[in-house]
């Protein structure tokens, strides 16, 4: 036998020996863990607990819980429950969690698990980027409920991508509130004053009710907060113990106010006026746009304005805003030739006019340039001027706007396409413009096409190669691209017909890596519900933050085709690090680079295939020879168009 064995097996002995007599304190205590390593070198006698654990804690660690006495009444809980089904929200995708054990009892017994349906996460951010997917589809918001402190703890860099994205969400946290009535030990640890002050940065609205009463207000509110742009995240801490106890007759009959949707805010007809005048008589007028479009309807207005003024169209992609077949869709280079830009729903309007070159400059902090003329007219229309929270910085540098609407651009567009149409005097002159472009598209599609073959039968596999391929997989489906992680050079949004709505769901909103994979298996849901083929671009870093969603997506039987663009390392922080190290000539000065270190995602390489098949997916790969590529992406097909949820790894080129 090996010495190194034979000592492992001699200490395992040890180990276990010292642990059967410290019995369960040691488990539990401080003391537990050193036992454990102090026997594993000197056999000493075991040494009481520093801190005996209280009987709670002990009794909650040993699970020897006595049973609880009958509840005198009906719920606090069903109530809830009551209330959250007049809202037919379908799901709620959540980690399990003692704070919310009341509500989560009377959802699936009082409730029948349906509206909401529980569906089981591994991870409270997952949860919440579940919801993120699910509403991209639907319009619709989810619910998800979280554990006090350290759920909510998790689920927080997901409500932020939510937040930046104009998404809404209902996020419950569940919390021990009465520090007379908590039980101590872990609950306590569980529990804060106020929970939501963690998110309340970056939700909407938040509120604890303390009464049942005032929990079907909050509810009904939150909600309506939630689906009024901007659209957000709303927050409720729920107390345990508003839960669990039985609903008390105070003289009050409980009630469930009534939801009814807010109409979402129009622009001024002033400066609605304005902006038809302006963009009527411009030469050359752009429209930008990037969560334009809250609807199929939104994106067939776009084109109707688009149309009337046979303007040129930037997509900067943060919903399917318009048809990328249309050929007055057009790069982002040209609000340089622009007298006027219209942007819609724009998260960085300084971005859009100005540019920004990293490390440029003589002191390396970055070099602003103007990409428009002097004199160009800039119009707006966002209802994320209607937010006004301050220390997050989402709302980007400040962009001076001539005229500038705090409204809901697809609210809004009836009124300006009107006002277009009737401000036009010269329309022969906007045909003429038309006819121009048409030629300018053709090239340019011609062009990208050029682009996309160089490297094609490179291996590790091209990313140009890498989407097409996926593309003829699914392109005689009802297909769905859920998300796009990692970045793939745009080569979908470049190459793939995208011409409805469900098409393209736009990206994380907050750039908060590991969004890709559970947004995805969000949004897989609602397709599936909706008959849909769901497909994603799978990045490996965005992957390995949180893989357990893959488990809940066979588990709850989400057919969903996650092809990886698995180029092996966090590929954006290699070329951070690149620039850096160039701008320091550190390569010349050490005669290598120490670029992967902290970036690389190999040694061991990750058997994506293997991870996933062990959660219950159909899988194959890693695929790193193109021509087999092909093959493997229809058989995957196949057992996704089953019910299946399919991970496909092929290794590709890092962009
Ligand atoms: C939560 C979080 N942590 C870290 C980052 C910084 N970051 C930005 S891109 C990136 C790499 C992501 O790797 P992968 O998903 O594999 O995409 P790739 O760049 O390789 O295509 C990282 C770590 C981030 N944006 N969010
Ligand atoms: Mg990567």
């Given at each position: 036998m090996p010495r190194e064995e034979k000592q492992a097996k001699v200490d395992r002995r040890k180990f276990l020996a010292g642990v059967a007599v410290a019995g369960a304190a040691s488990a539990v205590a401080p003391g537990g863990a050193s036992a454990a390593t102090t026997t594993s070198i000197t056999p000493v006698a075991p040494r009481p607990s520093v801190l005996p654990p209280s009987a709670a804690v002990a009794a909650a660690e040993t699970g020897n819980v006595p049973a609880m006495p009958k509840a005198k009444g009906p719920a606090g809980s069903d109530f809830m429950v009551d209330v959250i089904k007049t809202l037919d929200i379908p799901y709620a995708p959540s980690n399990p969690a003692s704070s919310f054990r009341a509500l989560h009892e009377s959802m699936i017994n009082y409730g029948k698990n349906e509206k909401p349906e529980f569906l089981t996460c591994m991870h409270e951010e997952s949860a919440a980027g579940m919801c993120h997917g699910y509403f991209k589809v639907t319009g619709k918001p989810l619910m998800t409920l979280c554990h006090g402190t350290v759920g909510l703890q998790h689920a927080s860099m997901a409500i932020y991508n939510a937040w930046c994205d104009r998404v809404p969400m209902i996020v419950i946290g569940g919390n021990d509130l009465d520090a007379a009535k908590r039980p101590p030990g872990v609950p306590t640890f569980h529990s804060a004053q106020d929970i939501n002050a963690m998110v309340r940065d970056y939700t909407k609205w938040d509120d604890t009710p303390v009464s049942l009463q005032h929990f079907a207000q909050s509810f009904v509110r939150a909600y309506k907060i939630a689906m009024t742009p901007p659209y957000g995240p709303v927050a409720i801490s729920l107390d345990a113990g508003l839960q669990q106890e039985p609903i008390h007759d105070n003289g009050e009959r409980l009630y469930i106010p009534r939801y009814v949707p807010t109409a979402p805010p129009q622009g001024d007809a002033n400066a609605v006026r304005e902006a038809a005048r302006l963009l009527a008589n411009a030469q050359n007028p752009v429209i930008v746009l990037d969560r334009a479009a809250r609807t199929e309807k939104g994106m067939r207005l776009l084109v109707e304005i688009a149309e009337a003024l046979q303007a040129q169209v930037v997509d900067?992609?943060?919903?399917?805003?318009?048809?990328?077949?249309?050929?007055?869709?057009?790069?982002?280079?040209v609000v340089a030739r622009a007298d006027v830009v219209l942007g819609m729903e724009l998260s960085d309007y300084w971005g859009t006019v100005n540019a920004w070159i990293d490390n440029g400059g003589d002191d390396g902090l970055g070099l602003r340039e103007s990409r428009?003329?002097?004199d160009t007219k800039l119009i707006s229309i966002s209802s994320v001027d209607l937010n006004t929270k301050s220390n997050y910085q989402d709302f980007q540098r400040f962009q001076t706007i001539d005229v500038q609407m705090a409204a809901d651009a697809e609210a809004t567009l009836p009124a300006l396409i009107e006002a277009v149409k009737s401000a036009i005097s010269n329309k022969a002159a906007i045909d003429k413009r038309g006819e121009a472009l048409k030629k300018a598209s053709a090239e340019q599609k011609e062009r990208t096409r050029a682009a996309a073959a160089v490297a094609w039968d490179a291996s590790p596999i091209s990313t140009a190669r890498l989407c097409m391929e996926i593309y003829a997989a699914v392109k005689d489906l009802d297909w769905s691209l859920v998300a796009s992680s990692g970045?793939?050079?745009?080569w979908p949004n470049r190459l793939w017909p995208m011409e409805k709505y469900h098409h393209w769901l736009g990206a994380s909103g907050g750039y908060g890596v590991g969004y890709g994979a559970p947004a995805s298996v969000g949004a897989a849901l609602a397709n599936r519900d909706l008959g849909r083929f769901s497909v994603s671009i799978q990045a490996d870093g965005d992957l390995m933050y949180a893989p357990g969603v893959l488990w809940t997506a066979a588990h709850h039987n989400i057919p969903l085709l996650s092809v990886m663009h698995n180029n092996r390392g966090y590929h954006q922080e290699v070329m951070h690090l690149q620039r850096l190290s160039n701008r320091r000539s550190r390569v010349a000065a050490l005669g290598k680079t120490m670029g992967p270190i902290g970036t690389s995602i190999e040694g061991p390489d990750v058997d994506y295939a293997k991870l996933a098949a062990s959660m219950g997916l159909w899988s194959g790969g890693p695929i790193k020879d193109p021509s087999e590529l092909g093959p493997a992406l229809k058989r995957a097909v196949a057992a996704v168009k089953a019910g299946q949820p399919a991970l496909v790894d092929v290794w590709t080129q890092p962009r």
């Open positions: 900067q992609g943060g919903r399917m805003n318009f048809p990328n077949t249309h050929y007055l869709r057009s790069p982002p280079t428009i003329k002097p970045n793939v050079s745009n």
